[in-house]
């Protein structure tokens, strides 16, 4: 079954992982008018009328210059300048996430090029200055390293695993089967989610899903079964989809980030969506959606 968070990594790119230090190759594909690149402004790109901008190498300005690779033929690339550039229009300067709806139905393709560009763009801006020593990181390897100029200590892109997880209760496909889904006290009334958080040094996946559900709702998980997983650079995650099975329903809130969590019938989802009380994230973009629309056994009206 295709489900419609997967076509943000469909169509992928092939990333040349093995030309990013051949600079003469580089240098060709630069000059290649076919070639196309994304401006980025600090971790900010600026859509037009159409939606995302992809620029000639001669229309882009100077900036560190970054490989994303190749697909259908063109070469792609980002560019990375000052944040301050957006300063002048930030409404029209946007995070990933106000990008997103320029990411869906036929533009969808872009989506892998998009997240690698500012899955990238955010480790540069976070990363300025060594570790080690303190002292000026500078880009090689087409974007893909840092490396310290005084102590040459390099530094790599990381995603950080993060698990997000459908809890169930109950019999498997019986009419009073619930799920668990949970709201953070900023979100606007009736906007719940399925349950997510970080995977821990020396943790396994399956044991942070069952550490993050008890300590966000005193919920006790059994079982852990895989379901699939999305890039999400906001700004360097790796969301790993689970299944649950609850061996305790009792919800007891300890964590802040939790305001209220519950359990939903079938029956109550849709008719909650339905009129619009119980509002879900968007259709097509997250995997929550996903693993939502899974249990419940079909499409439901209705997203963030």
Request: charged share 25%.
């Amino acid at each position: 079954m295709t489900f419609p968070h997967q076509s943000l990594a469909a169509d992928p790119h092939d990333r040349l992982g093995l030309l990013r230090t051949d600079d003469a190759w580089l240098e060709e594909r630069w000059s290649d008018p076919a070639s196309r690149v994304l401006v980025i402004a600090g971790t900010r790109v600026r859509p037009g009328a159409d939606g995302l901008e992809w620029v000639s190498s001669a229309q882009a300005p100077d900036g560190v210059r970054v490989l994303l690779g190749e697909r259908d033929g063109v070469t792609w690339w980002a560019v990375i300048v000052p944040g301050e550039v957006a300063k002048a229009e930030p409404e029209r300067w946007l995070p990933l996430r106000g990008l997103l709806p320029f990411l869906v139905g036929e533009r969808a393709n872009q989506a892998p090029l998009v997240f690698h560009a500012i899955g990238l763009a955010e480790w540069h801006w976070a990363h300025r200055f060594c570790p080690r020593c303190g002292g000026r990181l500078v880009a090689r390897a087409a974007g893909h390293e840092l490396v310290c100029a005084d102590c040459g200590k390099p530094q790599f892109p990381r995603s950080d695993p993060a698990v997000i997880m459908l809890i169930a209760a109950g019999e498997p496909g019986a009419p009073d089967e619930r799920c668990l889904l949970g709201r953070n006290h900023n979100w606007p009334e009736g906007r719940f989610s399925t349950l997510a958080g970080f995977c821990e040094p020396g943790e396994s996946l399956e044991d942070a899903v069952r550490r993050e559900v008890l300590e966000e709702t005193g919920v006790v998980v059994g079982d852990v079964s895989y379901f699939g997983n999305q890039p999400w650079p906001l700004p360097s995650s790796l969301m790993l989809g689970f299944h649950g099975q609850a061996v305790s329903e009792q919800i007891r809130l300890d964590d802040d980030d939790v305001e209220d969590a519950r359990w939903f019938t079938r029956e109550e989802m849709r008719r909650l969506t339905a009129e619009g009380s119980l509002v879900l994230p968007g259709s097509g973009i997250s995997i929550s959606r996903s693993l939502i629309e899974d249990w419940y056994g079909g499409a439901l009206p209705g997203s963030w």
